[in-house]
């Protein structure tokens, strides 16, 4: 059974850093790719930045600069370094996985929400 932990959330001051981590576990499982979405109140997720098995990246343009997603040799760990925060970045964070399932012997593709760590810059 897959799971999925998400950390590193807190609070700073504008023009303070974080780091979030997300952790993909499980047996027969394939990762293709994880990424951190954030949903501030009342809105809707929104992409933050992404990141594939073969290590290509996609940034919001919102955190292009400032924000640095990488993947551990293992694959199925996940960070995402964000420098100079500021308080429009204030949110719920959420780890987002895509990948494929072959614990039962036939491949059987999944997507998986983490429960989201909060993330608060204050001005």
């Known amino acids: 059974q897959m799971q999925l932990v998400e950390s590193g959330g807190g609070s700073v001051e504008n023009g303070g850093s974080l780091r979030l981590s997300c952790t993909v576990s499980?047996?027969?499982?394939?990762?293709?790719?994880i990424g951190w979405f954030r949903q501030r109140s009342g809105t809707q997720r929104d992409l933050v930045a992404s990141?594939?098995?073969?290590?290509?990246?996609n940034y919001a343009d919102s955190a292009k600069g400032r924000f640095t997603i990488s993947r551990d040799k293992d694959q199925n760990t996940v960070h995402l370094q964000m420098n100079n925060l500021k308080p429009e970045d204030t949110a719920v964070y959420l780890c987002?996985?895509?990948?494929?399932?072959?614990?039962?012997?036939?491949?059987?593709?999944?997507?998986?929400w983490g429960q989201g760590t909060q993330v608060n810059v204050s001005s």
């Open positions: 499980g047996s027969g499982i394939s990762v293709n790719a």
């Open positions: 990141i594939t098995s073969a290590g290509r990246t």
């Open positions: 987002n996985v895509a990948g494929v399932d072959y614990s039962d012997g036939d491949p059987h593709e999944f997507g998986a």
